[in-house]
C-alpha cells in the first residue's frame, strides 16, 4: 500500500507545482498586457493620436542621443549657428546614425517594450507595446515620417558632458496648456518606487515640463508639429487647417 500512496502523493504534488506555476505565469501575462496597455486607434481623436506619437517621437530621439555617439554627432552639426530645430525627415530619411539607431529604438520600444533601465515612458500610442508586432514600428515611422510633419525643438542645444540628462515632451496639441508630461533621462538608472517598494532601478521617471523647468535644465526635447505650405513632406498636406485654434506650434515652451 505505501508503494502505491508515495508515487500517488508525487504526482499530485508535481501537478499542484505546475498548476501554481500556470496560474503564476498567467497572473504576470495579464500584468503585462496591462502595462502595456494596448489601444486601439478608435479610442483616439486625431488631435490625441498626434500628441501621442510626438511625445513618443521625442522620447525615442532621447535614447538615440543617450546611446550613439554618431546620432551625437549628426544632431550637434544641424545645431550649429543659433540654430535649435531639426525636421524630422533630415533625419530620418536617409541612412544615418541617428535614423538607423531610432528605428532600432523604435522595435525595441514597441515590439518589446522595455529595453535596458527605461521603466517610464509616455503614455501608449494607439499601434500597442511590447506586443511582438512588426507593424508597429512600420506604422510609428510612417506615421510621423510621411503622414505628418514634425520638428525637434531644443531650446537650449544639447550638451553631452559630465553626467548629463536628457528631457522629452510633445506638443499638447491645443493653445491653452503651458505645459505637458514628459520623461526625464538620468545618466545613470536611479531608484525608482513602485507599490511602496524601492527595488526597481529606472533610467526614466515622470516630470511636468514647464516654462520653469526649461529655464532650470539643460537638454530638453520637444516633438511638434510644423506648417509647411510649399511642397508637403512626403506628400502630405502640413497646412494643419484642422488645428487653427493653435496659431503658432513654436509658441509652445519658447525659450
Known sequence: MKKIVIPLLLLLCIYSCQKENTVLEEEEIQTTAKRSGFSTLDEYSPREILEINL?????IAGSVL????????????????????IKLHQLLENNTA????????????????????????????????????????AMFINYILNNQCIELYFPKSMSYSLNYNITTTGHP????????????????????TRNGFQDIFSTTHDVTVTDAYVQSNDN???ARPYRNSDTPIGGTDCNYTQYNDIQHFTDFLEY
Do not use: C
Open 173 to 192: 496639441m491645443n493653445a491653452t496648456d503651458d505645459s505637458n508630461d514628459g520623461i526625464i533621462r538620468y545618466f545613470n538608472p536611479q531608484l525608482m
Open 220 to 222: 530638453i526635447i520637444i
Open 98 to 137: 541617428f535614423a538607423n539607431e531610432f528605428l532600432e529604438q523604435t522595435n525595441f520600444y514597441l515590439l518589446i517594450g522595455y529595453p535596458n533601465h527605461d521603466k517610464t515612458r509616455p503614455n501608449p500610442p494607439p499601434q500597442g507595446i511590447g506586443g511582438g508586432h512588426s507593424n508597429s514600428a
Open 55 to 59: 511625445r513618443w517621437t521625442a522620447y
Open 66 to 85: 543617450r546611446n550613439d555617439t554618431g546620432a551625437q554627432n549628426q544632431v550637434a552639426l544641424l545645431l550649429q549657428n543659433g540654430n535649435n530645430t
